[in-house]
């Protein structure tokens, strides 16, 4: 089955929380990488969302976090409605 990713880059200006994790991320940039795969037998080129995933980057380490969309979502639009 054919699949794809793309990376994209979410900008937080304070510190936040994503459901499922309980430590607090400092603001900054953090990379999200979304995977999809083909929907074959179409008569045209679909695809479906199989992941959304996180870096978080500290000093001497990397991990990537499965997440839920709609939570990303979610703190994005509450970073930016918030003064920082």
Do not use: K
């Not at 795969?37 to 959304?52: D, I, K, N, Q």
């Not at 991990?63 to 930016?80: F, K, M, Q, S, T």
């Amino acid at each position: 089955m054919a699949t794809r990713s793309t990376r994209s880059i979410a900008t937080f200006r304070q510190s936040f929380t994503l459901s499922g994790y309980t430590d607090e991320l400092p603001a900054g940039n953090y990379e999200v990488r979304v995977d999809e795969e083909l929907l074959e037998g179409l008569s045209f080129l679909a695809y479906r969302r199989t992941g959304t995933y996180l870096t978080v980057r500290e000093p001497g380490s990397s991990e990537v976090r499965p997440i839920v969309d709609a939570d990303l979502d979610a703190a994005i639009v509450a970073d930016w409605q918030t003064d920082a």
